[in-house]
Structures are given as structure tokens and as C-alpha cells.
T-cell receptor, first 114, second 118 residues
Framework: DTGVSQDPRHKITKRGQNVTFRCDPISEHNRLYWYRQTLGQGPEFLTYFQNEAQLEKSRLLSDRFSAERPKGSFSTLEIQRTEQGDSAMYLC????????????FGPGTRLTVT | AQKVTQAQTEISVVEKEDVTLDCVYETRDTTYYLFWYKQPPSGELVFLIRRNSFDEQNEISGRYSWNFQKSTSSFNFTITASQVVDSAVYFCALSDDTYGGSQGNLIFGKGTKLSVKP
């Protein structure tokens, strides 16, 4: 399977705990995006990488959120001191380039903060 | 400001009916891209089509067709002879260069939930 993969698929955590999600993009894709989707809404952009460089972060990405993409391969998204409002589906997507290229999405990680 | 509006929250049709999903967008850029994605009950977003702002030709792919009209800032999606497997949430999305550098992040509408009943 050469699509985008994400791990874990589901995560339940208690408020205040830290969580980390992983995304493995399609191998030849140099762009990697993170989005968040809440119930009944479209995905909202969080951040993106061009190879290993994080080039943009949305206002939605508070200081408790951090993302990395070491060596321009897989990426991790960490949320520290989780809050109930962080409960959402976290989606990863990859593409060959910028706006002209379609993004391919992974299955997402559903986070529930209790 | 960039914005995508999908005014239809939910649509229900009977199999074999045609259905059109509306999408209206806002952008100040002259170069932009429009996309449609399908999100079936399994949850994974599936890419359907990309269209750039300089190409207003309509496109047909099997039972799917897309109508892009810059004059009305619309990019509507029609499914002909709908099938139960078409049941999903459909998202329209915009990518422009508001922030420069060909950022490429997608701005999504809220989606339209399509239910096709047998």
C-alpha cells in the first residue's frame, strides 16, 4: 500500500496528558500537511512542511501543538496538556508540490480527550 | 478573504436520480485551484478533481461532471444516475496564493452530505 498512513487511528486520553501522532506520506511527496476536522465541519489547515522545513502554521496551532518532519520523511504532531477542545480528527495529507497539486489524505487519527 | 460555501448541508435522493452539489468560492487571487473531495462513511478523504482558474472547460468523468463558472464564482458537481455507493460527504476546496510562496493549503467548505436511497 503506497498511500498516506497515520498511526494511531484512535486515541483516547485524559485531559492534561500529552499525545503524539505519526504520519507517513507517499514516498515521493515533498509536501506534507496537517489538518483538523471536527464533527460536521470541513478540515481546517494546521501546518505544512516542504521536505523537513515547516513553512507555515495556522492560528489554530496553539503553543501546545508542535510538529516535526525529520529528514523530510514521516511527520509527528504532538499535543501537550490536552484539553477537551482538542478532541477531533487529525488528518495528514501529502502532495508533490504546492497549490497546483492535489493532496492525498490519510485515514486520520481520531482523538478523544476525556 | 478566502472562503468556500456549500449551502446544501444534506441532500437525499433516490437511486438513479441526478443530483447537483453547489460550491461558491471567494478569493482575490487570479490564480487559484479548486478541488472536490469525497468522504465516505469510512472517513478517508478521496480526491475527485482539481481545476485551475484559467480553465473553465467543464469536465466529465463517467457519471461525474463539474461545471466551473468564474462569473458566478461557482464550481458545481453533478452526479448522474446516482448510486447507493455515492452516499458520502462531499467537500469543495480552494487553494490560492493569498500568502504567497505557493503555500497550497486547502480551504474547505463545510461539506454536503449526500444520501442515496435504493
Amino acid at each position: 500500500d503506497t498511500g498516506v498512513s497515520q498511526d494511531p487511528r484512535h486515541k483516547i486520553t485524559k485531559r492534561g496528558q500529552n499525545v503524539t501522532f505519526r504520519c507517513d506520506p507517499i514516498s515521493e511527496h515533498n509536501r506534507l500537511y496537517w489538518y483538523r476536522q471536527t464533527l460536521g465541519q470541513g478540515p481546517e489547515f494546521l501546518t505544512y512542511f516542504q521536505n523537513e522545513a515547516q513553512l507555515e502554521k495556522s492560528r489554530l496551532l496553539s503553543d501546545r501543538f508542535s510538529a516535526e518532519r525529520p529528514k523530510g520523511s514521516f511527520s509527528t504532531l504532538e499535543i501537550q496538556r490536552t484539553e477537551q477542545g482538542d478532541s477531533a480528527m487529525y488528518l495528514c495529507a501529502s502532495s508533490l508540490g504546492g497549490q497546483a497539486y492535489e493532496q492525498y489524505f490519510g485515514p486520520g487519527t481520531r482523538l478523544t480527550v476525556t | 478573504a478566502q472562503k468556500v460555501t456549500q449551502a446544501q448541508t444534506e441532500i437525499s435522493v433516490v437511486e438513479k436520480e441526478d443530483v447537483t452539489l453547489d460550491c461558491v468560492y471567494e478569493t482575490r487571487d487570479t490564480t487559484y485551484y479548486l478541488f472536490w473531495y469525497k468522504q465516505p462513511p469510512s472517513g478517508e478523504l478521496v480526491f475527485l478533481i482539481r481545476r485551475n482558474s484559467f480553465d473553465e472547460q467543464n469536465e466529465i468523468s463517467g457519471r461525474y461532471s463539474w461545471n466551473f463558472q468564474k462569473s458566478t464564482s461557482s464550481f458545481n458537481f453533478t452526479i448522474t444516475a446516482s448510486q447507493v455507493v455515492d452516499s458520502a460527504v462531499y467537500f469543495c476546496a480552494l487553494s490560492d496564493d493569498t500568502y504567497g510562496g505557493s503555500q497550497g493549503n486547502l480551504i474547505f467548505g463545510k461539506g454536503t452530505k449526500l444520501s442515496v436511497k435504493p
